[in-house]
């Protein structure tokens, strides 16, 4: 299957972000949070489905997307900072990806066992990296702070992850019953989800900016059981 799309939006109303991307519990207090205000956005691409039973054994479900989301936005007001944003009048959205592939394979030894393997990769989503700024600070003395550099105006390396799960399944009166054994980004696979920056001083007392990643989950196994049942 094959499907293409083209949306627009208008009329947009303003709406706060955390221009790191980073996941925090108070968003609203971080030095990153900024008020957009964005006048249209654009999103078109076209997605690919294929869907293919091997024999009573394999299945394959695949999926690939090539997208390009992009918002003009007229004005930007940095919150807990006042230092201003720069940033282009049309740019791409925070999840703005270029490509995405999924893939799923399922394997049947038996008739309640399963084994499936998930594939998932993306582009990355647009960044905005920092950089040192000389400033002058409340008593007149130079100081320095650190300043976000073009908002979006870089982008995150791409994200992969494989999944394997294994199932048994058992009926029950009403309903089955579910065992389950799942490892979740099986390759250890380092996926970054944003940066983040320190002022630190070098040998010589000068002080540069230190990045760190900030990363989605490492591997991450697990055993669970569900059941559902009919009413």
Known sequence: ?????????????PIYRNWKGGIDVFPESNEDRILVYPDRTTS?????YHDRNFGSR??????YALAFVNERVSRIDNV????PIVFDPTHPSPQDQRHALNLDLTYRPGKTWSINASYAFHTGWPATTESVLQVTGPNGQPDITVNPDKLYGSR??????????????????GGELRF???VVNLTNHRNVLGY???????ASGGIRLQRDLETWFTILPSLGVSWSGRF
């Not at 807990?80 to 230092?83: G, L």
């Not at 995150?156 to 009166?173: A, E, I, N, S």
């Not at 983040?196 to 070098?202: A, H, I, L, P, V």
């Open 1 to 13: 299957r094959v499907e293409g799309y083209h949306k627009t939006g208008s009329g947009l109303r």
């Open 44 to 48: 078109r691409g076209i997605e690919v």
């Open 58 to 63: 394999w299945s394959l479900r695949a999926g």
């Open 80 to 83: 807990n900072n006042p230092t």
């Open 156 to 173: 995150l390396p791409g994200y992969q992850r494989l999944d394997l799960r294994v199932t048994r399944r058992k009926p029950t009166r």
């Open 180 to 182: 389950f054994f799942e």
């Open 196 to 202: 983040d920056y320190f002022r630190t001083r070098d």
